[in-house]
């Protein structure tokens, strides 16, 4: 029997079959997000956000580490003033960011989620990691952005809150995580090794090998141990106090922003210097006490222990300074010069000629985040680029007349 409506049977014959020559992406295309996770999944992990992109756990709105702070007072104002807090914008690492188009792989440190990024990355040309395409994040949020490592990178997971132990909250989800209790969670970015070859870059941070390698490592001493102390006190407002860990991260000591930073006296540091005078030099024994290469991190870092003999009347007269880090050639390719930090748990001694005349000595160590011609390079006069970590003097004895001998 006839249909009583053959235009509208043509019309939907039309329609389907405009629908089987679109192509498959256009009926069912991923979306960014999506596009971005299989992108990342399928690169090497020193590529992938260490934090995933993540939901707030209910009943919570967002994932803004001042809605953590409302409850988690404490933790919170030792975590706007730390290292993690300030990673985004450090004013090196801005600098340094806008060198190349790779910076998609500097963020996954920088800004561990996914939901922090302005742009994510779904695919790169020639598998070259400075030819990325990039699709807008729909909602990003530039202050959620410049939280750097912020509460929810490491503490959020699939709509739970993670930590060490799990105490249950009616304020929220909560489960106990393992990686909170050993080196994993801060080897994520603390260990990505990768060359890239061909380019003016490589990844060099191995401070979770030298960890590994160490007496620190070989003895299950894990980071948290020395880079978050204990303390005992209320983990949120209104609670009774427990054991917990500062969340201050003081890392080398020395602040990214002028004025700005953790307390200083949360991490002792880890190069320790004593001075002997012996016969005609003064005997430096250096001996790193950090679980880590000293120092360790950004191969731009650099220490420095100058030793100072003085007149009797105060003034120099020989000035000696032992630099202790890496040198690297970054033009035309990566290439590491030389290299002569200090192991974990090792000594070594420097020898400092005392000149004639000398009535006094003085040894300053420091600690340097950049080298003085690259802060000028990166127009960073008032970068907060040094500190002093060690100040040591003393006095020479004068050599003594041999004595008369007895008539």
């Known amino acids: 029997m006839p249909s009583p409506h053959p235009h509208r049977r043509l019309l939907l014959a039309i329609a389907a079959a405009a629908l089987l020559l679109l192509p498959a992406a256009s009926r069912d295309e991923p979306s960014p997000l999506q596009q971005a996770q299989r992108f990342y999944a399928s690169r090497p992990p020193e590529e992938q956000p260490k934090g995933g992109h993540q939901t707030p756990p209910a009943p919570l709105t967002d994932l803004r580490a001042a809605s953590c702070g409302a409850c988690h007072v404490e933790i919170y104002d030792e975590w706007r003033r ?12 801005q600098q340094e960011i806008q060198k190349s188009p790779n910076r998609w792989l500097c963020n996954n440190c920088h800004t561990p989620l996914l939901n922090q990024m302005a742009t994510w990355t779904v695919a790169i040309d020639d598998n ?21 490592i912020t509460c929810a990178a490491c503490h959020v997971r699939d709509g739970v809150i993670e930590g060490p132990e799990g105490h249950p909250t009616p304020a929220h989800p909560t489960r106990r995580a393992e990686r909170f209790r050993s080196e994993a969670l801060c080897l994520e970015c603390h260990q990505a090794v990768r060359e890239y070859p061909g380019k003016t870059f490589t990844c060099t941070f191995n401070t979770g090998q030298e960890w590994a390698q160490g007496p620190f490592g070989k003895a299950g001493v894990p980071c948290p141990t020395c880079h978050m102390p204990e303390v005992q006190r209320p983990w949120a ?6 054991p917990g860990r500062r969340h201050a991260w003081p890392g080398a000591g020395i602040y990214k922003l002028k004025d700005f930073g953790p307390p200083l006296d949360l991490l002792h540091p880890g190069l320790f210097v004593e001075a002997t005078p012996q016969g005609d030099a003064l005997t430096l024994t250096l001996t ?23 007149d009797p009347q105060g003034n120099p007269l020989t000035t000696d300074t032992l630099r202790i880090g890496q040198r690297w050639q970054w ?5 590491k010069l030389d290299d002569n930090r200090l192991p974990s748990g090792a000594s070594r001694q420097h020898h400092v000629p005392i000149p004639p005349g000398a009535a006094a000595w003085r040894v300053t160590a420091q ?3 950049i080298a003085p011609e690259a802060l000028t390079y990166h127009q960073l006069d008032d970068y907060p680029a040094s500190r002093t970590t060690q ?10 007349p041999d004595p008369a001998p007895a008539p």
């Open 128 to 148: 070259d990691v400075e030819k990325p395409h990039n699709l807008p994040n729909p909602d990003f949020d530039p202050a959620f952005r410049d939280e750097g």
């Open 367 to 369: 600690s340097h985040r």
């Open 288 to 310: 790193n006490r950090a679980g880590h290469h000293l120092p360790t991190g950004d191969p731009e870092r650099f220490i420095t222990v100058t030793t100072t003999l003085l």
């Open 82 to 93: 730390s290292t993690h807090a300030l990673a985004w914008i450090d004013p090196q690492f």
């Open 237 to 242: 407002q209104g609670a009774p106090p427990r």
């Open 331 to 335: 033009w035309p390719q990566p290439k």
């Open 391 to 400: 100040e040591l003097r003393g006095d020479l004895t004068p050599p003594q």
